[in-house]
């Protein structure tokens, strides 16, 4: 980011909510921690919940070096404007291992485990506990937001913010409407977005949203090419980044993103949809099975030193 996101956004009170000046992030990992910080860095406040308190410490210090590589960015050379910058940034931003501590807040955004039953229950009891004004939203890559939802009464006040890993470098937000959002809702979210600094899009609550619809069957192609011995991966790769223009290939994008998410939203886009192209890959399930879960791991499609994890 070349410059800092504006910290104020004007709202009309005929066509949307009051601006979004608190929010709390559900799920303190990788996803849940890149949310709170573009949050806090754009001025709002922010309370991270999770139930481990290592995954709260984690996500304060991933916050913090990566706050300090965007003062960077912004302030080059001048070390002040980048400490105070950091700092004012994480003073911004509370944790907690309980979910009543977060409840009194503009904004919810749950970034958990991608489990529809655990999902369910979370949204339930935040229904219950968080005051009228309060927005839901979640940030499912994959699953139903209607279904999330289907227990929760304030459905005009709930919608999906689909961010994308890693959250302060990518610049793409999905804003998933679902069946009952209001206009004012939907409006919201949309502001909210852009005063984080992402570039927002639409979609209906259809299954993989828009990217994972598209990019679903896009990887599974690629390892059952690989699979068939028609091509290399290398060679799969180079091919996707120098003849399609895209910044990686099929085989690093599912290295970075994780073999086992990979699998994952195959598996409930198939569910979903009963499309053949996202039937289960047997080289996708069996690397899962051995552990080799990409960059995390240290080796996927491809092997990584420790200094690059």
Not at 47 to 75: C, H, M, W, Y
Not at 182 to 210: H, N, R
Not at 221 to 233: H, N, P, Q, V
Not at 240 to 256: I, R, T
């Amino acid at each position: 980011m070349n410059k800092l996101v504006s910290l104020t956004r004007n709202f009309s009170s005929s066509s949307s909510l009051n601006a979004i000046k608190t929010v709390t992030v559900i799920g303190g990992g990788l996803m849940g921690s890149g949310i709170a910080q573009v949050a806090a860095q754009a001025g709002q406040n922010v309370t991270i919940v999770d139930l481990k308190p290592e995954l709260l410490e984690n996500a304060q210090k991933s916050i913090q070096n990566n706050l300090r590589r965007v003062g960077k960015k912004t302030f080059k050379d001048d070390a002040a404007k980048i400490e105070n910058f950091v700092k004012e940034s994480t003073s911004r931003i509370n944790t907690s291992t309980k979910v009543e501590d977060g409840v009194n807040a503009d904004l919810i955004i749950e970034a958990i485990v991608e489990k529809l039953d655990v999902k369910q229950e979370l949204f339930n009891k935040l229904d219950q506990l968080a005051p009228e004004h309060t927005i839901l939203a979640t940030n499912t890559s994959s699953i139903s937001i209607n279904a999330i939802g289907a227990g929760i009464k304030r459905k005009d006040r709930y919608g999906g913010l689909h961010f994308f890993n890693p959250v302060p470098v990518m610049r793409l937000l999905e804003v998933i409407k679902g069946d009952q959002i209001s206009e004012a809702t939907y409006q919201t979210l949309m502001e909210w977005g852009k005063s984080i600094g992402k570039t927002c899009i639409t979609c209906k609550d259809t299954p993989g949203f828009v990217v994972n619809r598209l990019l679903g069957p896009y990887s599974a192609e690629a390892i059952r090419l690989y699979e068939r011995g028609d091509a290399s991966k290398e060679d799969i790769d180079i091919g996707m980044k120098l003849g399609a223009g895209y910044p990686m290939g099929p085989f690093e994008l599912a290295d970075y993103t994780g073999l086992d998410t990979n699998k994952f939203v195959m598996q409930v886009m198939y569910e979903q949809t009963k499309d053949p192209v996202f039937r289960p890959v047997p080289l996708l399930d069996k690397m899962v099975a051995e552990g080799k879960l990409g960059i995390k791991t240290g080796e996927g499609f491809y092997k990584y030193k420790k200094s690059n994890l």
